[in-house]
């Protein structure tokens, strides 16, 4: 593709783009076997278009065999029949560069699935030469090297009774670790993000990142010793040109991690995505599906914080729903009375901030969650952490009332694009059930609206575009302790934006700050100005020197 050299990105485009997440499995199926595929993308780019986005951050196409969806990869450098060829990698390569859309790919490097190439070598023989790519330790069955649990359940060391051998998983049995002490194995990982990168691929997501450099002997799996050195590496090594973007799933970044991690100088990676904000609704010391109300007071401190501690010193990237979270207008806003306003005063509260912004599919059209019964859930995760808590005597109901509040499957319901039969996603079953509510809540519907959700989007990811401020303006929070109000201001030299959200069903009061007295009103998500703030009312406005 010779025109790819002279189309490259400059440098730093993505602090001001908007990128979009596609679940490839539950996006747009062709051929009905009711799961998505890339064709199914390609005929979507118009939509996308439409939005605005400037990127696509796919989830794995890579050939697996589904064990974790994909993030269970058994050929870098080959696309899994289920979603296409290597053909239609390449159209929608090129046909996204034709709408000024990038394509990111998503790469797990910290594991492999059991069934690639090196780790069935690894088997073969403690002396084969791939045997060194994964994680072992000798024993005993039934005698594992210590205690640490995989992240889905179980223990995270696995017996190979003719090896006499335990490997390391953080995540299933399927999914090993690679072993990033090994260097033949990170040039092989190299050379397989530079044949994407020759094929167009302007970027790369990073699952879990910061667990490359795992010590199982210490139970270190995040932050190794050697994590910023290999962080390091891989970027001269395999990313280093300009134009390239690199976001990093870190589970385990703090504002001064992250800060490393994302330094301007470009030295590690482009931007990181960090979770602090969507862990603050769940029980101290508890896990994820340990619910417990979100304290806004909490959820400001938190954004102002990671607002402040990267301006100038590094990147953030925003976000509040992807393929792991459940929908945010289900979480933090109101998914019945209220879903409309509510959807778009999350948008507000998160796309005035400093940083690259994430869509999740479905997110700009307010997609809700779902709830289903426990046989028709596909995530393994979900299946093994019933098992475990109804095991520890826990109330069967009690563990279906997280499921459906914090299940990862209700993200990756079908999107819903109209209201034909199975939302227009496939004409076949789909492999997960569509939400019901398809028939009201669809894309078709919201395009031919001007007051949807979808349009809101569109409108959001314009004013980053046209003010300054959005990417470059500092960050100060208004009224900390207001339970009910986020509101902040931006600031340049010459531009300054109010951003203002009502989290309530109900009227509150609000002064704007004199500062805005004259200020324009440049969105908002009820069609006339009022005087307090009425149910998850969001507005921004603007001053201009
Ligand atoms: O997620 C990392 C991860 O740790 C999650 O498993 C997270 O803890 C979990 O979703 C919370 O319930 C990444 C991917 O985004 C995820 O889809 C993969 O399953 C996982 O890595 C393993 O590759």
Not at 35 to 54: Q, T, W
Not at 177 to 185: A, C, M, R
Not at 316 to 343: E, T
Not at 402 to 423: C, H, K, L, V
Request: hydrophobic fraction near 35%; glycine fraction near 8%; proline fraction near 5%.
């Amino acid at each position: 593709m010779a025109g790819f050299a002279l189309n490259k990105r400059k440098a730093g485009w993505w602090k001001e783009a908007v990128f979009y997440q596609i679940y490839p499995k539950s996006f747009q199926d062709t051929d009905g076997d009711g799961f998505g595929d890339l064709k199914g993308i390609i005929s979507r780019l118009d939509y996308l278009e439409e939005l605005g986005i400037d990127g696509i951050w796919l989830s794995p196409v890579f050939q697996s065999p589904q064990a974790d969806n994909g993030y269970d990869i058994s050929d870098y450098c080959a696309i899994d029949p289920m979603f296409g060829t290597m053909q239609d990698m390449q159209e929608l390569i090129d046909q996204a560069k034709r709408r000024g859309i990038s394509i990111i790919m998503d790469l797990v490097l910290n594991h492999s699935s059991d069934e690639h190439r090196w780790f069935r070598e690894a088997l073969k023989s403690r002396d084969n030469p791939y045997h060194d790519y994964y994680v072992w330790r000798d024993g005993e069955e039934n005698c594992p090297p210590n205690d640490m649990k995989a992240v889905f359940g179980g223990s995270a060391w696995t017996y190979v009774p003719h090896l006499g051998q335990y490997y390391f998983h953080q995540f299933l049995d399927k999914q090993p670790d690679l072993n990033w002490e090994n260097e033949n194995l990170r040039q092989e990982l190299y050379k397989a993000i530079r044949f994407w990168v020759d094929k167009g691929v302007e970027g790369f997501r990073l699952d879990v990142i910061d667990q490359i450099a795992k010590e199982p002997d210490q139970k270190i799996t995040a932050n190794g010793p050697r994590l910023h050195e290999f962080l390091r590496e891989l970027s001269r090594e395999a990313f280093g040109e300009e134009g390239i973007v690199t976001v990093g799933e870190t589970w385990s970044a703090d504002v001064p991690r992250a800060q490393v991690f994302s330094a301007p100088d470009g030295s590690e990676l482009s931007m990181v995505f960090q979770f602090e904000h969507i862990c603050l609704d769940q029980q101290a010391g508890g896990e994820k599906w340990d619910i417990a109300p979100l304290s806004l007071p909490k959820l400001k401190d938190c954004f102002c914080r990671w607002q402040q501690g990267l301006h100038g010193q590094g990147w953030n990237s925003l976000f509040m729903d992807n393929h792991d979270l459940p929908r945010i207008v289900s979480r933090w806003g109101d998914d019945g009375k209220y879903r409309v306003q509510s959807a778009k005063m999350l948008a507000t509260m998160l796309h005035g901030m400093q940083g690259t912004p994430y869509i999740y599919q479905g997110e700009e059209l307010g997609m809700t969650n779902i709830r289903l019964k426990l046989e028709e859930y596909v995530d393994p995760e979900i299946h093994n952490m019933y098992a475990e808590r109804t095991q520890r005597g826990m109330d069967p109901h009690d563990v279906m009332q997280s499921i459906w509040a914090r299940g990862r499957d209700n993200a990756r319901t079908p999107m819903q694009w109209s209201d034909e039969p199975y939302a227009g996603f496939s004409n076949g079953k789909p492999w997960l059930p569509v939400n019901e509510n398809y028939r009201q809540i669809n894309a078709r519907q919201e395009l031919g609206d001007p007051d949807s959700v979808f349009r809101y989007y569109q409108k959001l990811i314009r004013l980053r575009k046209t003010y300054p401020v959005f990417r470059d303006g500092d960050f100060t929070l208004l009224c900390p302790e207001d339970e009910r109000i986020f509101a902040y201001i931006r600031s340049t030299q010459d531009q300054k934006l109010l951003v203002v959200c009502n989290f309530t069903d109900r009227e509150v009061a609000f002064e704007i700050p004199d500062a805005f007295a004259h200020a324009k009103q440049i969105l908002g998500n009820y069609p006339d100005a009022g005087d307090g703030l009425r149910p998850y009312e969001a507005k921004m406005l603007l001053w201009e020197e």
